[in-house]
């Protein structure tokens, strides 16, 4: 039996193995509601699952190819889906506790891959789902790029915003908070200074989560569909953007793994991005 939970710990569930398949799925509108490079989805007998606590606060955001993914109404993180049909369970494994007794078997809609992330595994590859699912790809509508403008958004399109010029830096980061918030393998966070930031709509949207058991913890996202937002923080005078709500390339490659000593047992690193278990040092003087 696995256990798993939203950052808040308000949503709690349990499942029962073995789990019968894994994959990574970069499509755009998985970036979004995770704001992550890709999301991990497990699938396991819906007869084996149960709800322990929180059912009442998931919200559902009904996306344009039909589905209807839950989200935490407190912290965002992404909720389990039951599939009835098939008798089985979808469960993000960012949110998963412990072993899982597998690993990814595949990514899906490559095609679709955010520019900023490089596959570097042996994985087997799909543009988009792979031929035995038999189903239809659902094109999300593209953005017209403005020179030196990053632009970016949710998933439903309700909340938007403009960077000017480059970002300071990109991080993926394994620790446990960021795995439960995007729920995924891990974060991945762009920052820039708050003067290149600005709000094109929504903003009155974004909602913010503070993590008691952390001294600076904070997530934002959209109250109508759980996407990760963007966040300005005046204490430190910066703008933390989760890389996955981007709609236009950023111009950089990630700069650190970062957390990796907390890194979920089912990731394999397989690229050239430097690692640290915890925090980069800080720069010499």
């Not at 996306?63 to 839950?70: A, E, L, R, V």
């Not at 990514?107 to 699912?133: C, M, N, R, V």
Request: charged share 20%; net charge neutral; hydrophobic share 35%.
């Amino acid at each position: 039996m696995n256990q798993g939970q939203c950052l808040c710990g308000t949503v709690r569930y349990e499942m029962d193995g073995p789990f019968l398949s894994m994959m990574n799925c970069h499509c755009s509108m998985c970036r979004k509601r995770h704001g992550a490079a890709f999301s991990t989805f497990v699938r396991a007998p819906l007869a084996g699952f149960r709800w322990v606590s929180g059912e009442d606060s998931i919200a559902q955001y009904l996306t344009p190819s039909g589905g209807s993914p839950g989200f935490c109404r407190v912290c965002s993180s992404i909720t389990p889906i039951l599939m009835n049909d098939i008798d089985s369970v979808l469960c993000p494994a960012g949110n998963l506790d412990g072993e899982l007794g597998i690993n990814p078997q595949a990514h899906i809609f490559t095609g679709s891959k955010a520019s900023w992330y490089d596959i570097t595994d042996s994985l087997a590859q799909h543009e988009e789902y792979p031929p035995e699912f038999s189903m239809s790809a659902v094109e999300r509508p593209t953005v017209s790029p403005k020179p030196g403008v990053i632009q970016g958004s949710c998933l439903c399109g309700e909340v938007a915003f403009e960077i000017e010029g480059t970002p300071e830096r990109l991080m993926y980061c394994h620790c446990s908070r960021c795995r439960r918030t995007c729920s995924a393998a891990h974060g991945a966070n762009l920052f820039f200074n708050p003067e290149q930031f600005r709000w094109v709509r929504g903003e009155s949207l974004v909602k913010t989560f503070k993590d008691p058991t952390a001294r600076f913890f904070v997530v934002a996202f959209c109250e109508k569909c759980g996407s990760g937002a963007p966040r300005i923080d005046p204490e430190f005078k910066m703008a933390y953007v989760p890389a996955g709500s981007l709609d236009t390339d950023p111009g950089i490659k990630p700069l650190a793994r970062i957390f990796v000593g907390s890194k979920a047992s089912w990731v394999d690193i397989t690229d050239t991005v430097p690692q640290f278990a915890q925090l980069p040092p800080r720069p010499a003087g």
